[in-house]
């Protein structure tokens, strides 16, 4: 992103979305500002450590000036909610070859992790891919889907 300033803000959509279950969805000013402090409070970093920092300035008018991040409604207020260049710029901090979902690096048997979601691009291991709902054993759909918003993507397969 080019700013350690864009980054911050981005870190804190990020961090208020993983809380709330890891979907991307626009973020309100105060739900990133609860998730902050939820953290500070808990001491759990990075947030807590950055507080201290005279360097953590998120700049939210400059990460969405660029085009990494945009006002949901559309009046520069309200939420914000990340593009799909800020989504992009983001995969530069995910190690390669760890899973987008559970963060793991090795599938259960001890393999690295390869799989790559055919619909976004982003790594997944063997468990955290989508699997057909009621079958045993597990059978995977014909493309490998990360999540249920890449599953609607491709078209909703039901096999």
Known sequence: MGKSELEHAASMLVRACQLRGDTW???????????????VE?????????????????DFPALIGKGFARWS???????????????????????????????GIRHEDKTPVTWKCQQCGSFVCRVC??????????????????????WEAAGSPKE
């Open 25 to 39: 969805a626009p973020v309100a000013i105060e739900e990133m500002r609860a998730a902050l402090t939820q953290d």
């Open 129 to 150: 891919t989508l699997t057909i709902p009621g079958r045993v054993p597990r059978e995977y759909f014909e493309k490998t889907l990360c999540s249920q918003a890449c």
């Open 73 to 103: 409604d559309g009046d520069n207020r309200g939420a914000i909610e990340l593009t799909d260049k800020g989504i992009e710029a983001l995969r530069w901090w995910v190690q390669k070859g760890q899973c987008a979902r559970c963060h």
């Open 42 to 58: 808990a001491k759990r970093n990075p947030f807590c450590r950055l507080l201290k920092n005279t360097f953590f300035v998120p």
